[in-house]
């Protein structure tokens, strides 16, 4: 199995930029499709974007599409997630996830999961 740590988060004005990073080990991130989930206080998990094995297929969810990228480096073991133009609204804390499945969505399709980082943007 992999083990997965988020680290990158931490507190920007709205309008400014993130990258998190979500580390593996354990064993080869390579092995697995990885995604970014998002949750608000008081809110649901909200599936935000997904990468393919090999990098070469990426899927956003409305919300943040053409804010945020999805990347990932398999020889670093590391995926990522870049924030650009944040709003209050992004405010949450930041799960990433791996899973075996082409495009997962949805968070019962996701089979390890990190600790999360939190997100604070203020207006």
């Known amino acids: 199995q992999v083990q997965l740590v988020e680290s990158g988060g931490g507190l920007v004005q709205a309008g400014g930029s993130l990258r998190l990073s979500c580390a593996a080990s354990g064993r080869t991130l390579g092995a697995y499709t990885v995604g970014w989930f998002r949750q608000a206080p008081g809110k649901e998990r909200e599936f935000i974007a997904t990468?393919?094995?090999?990098?070469?297929?990426?899927y956003y969810a409305d919300s943040v599409k053409g804010r945020f990228t999805i990347s990932r480096d398999n020889a670093k073991n590391t995926a990522y997630l870049q924030m650009n133009s944040l709003k209050p609204e992004d405010t949450a804390v930041y799960y990433c996830?791996?899973?075996?499945?082409?495009?997962?969505?949805?968070?019962?399709?996701?089979?390890?999961w990190g600790q999360g980082t939190h997100v604070t943007v203020s207006s």
């Open positions: 990468i393919s094995h090999s990098g070469g297929s990426t």
């Open positions: 996830a791996a899973s075996f499945i082409w495009r997962p969505t949805t968070s019962d399709e996701y089979y390890y």
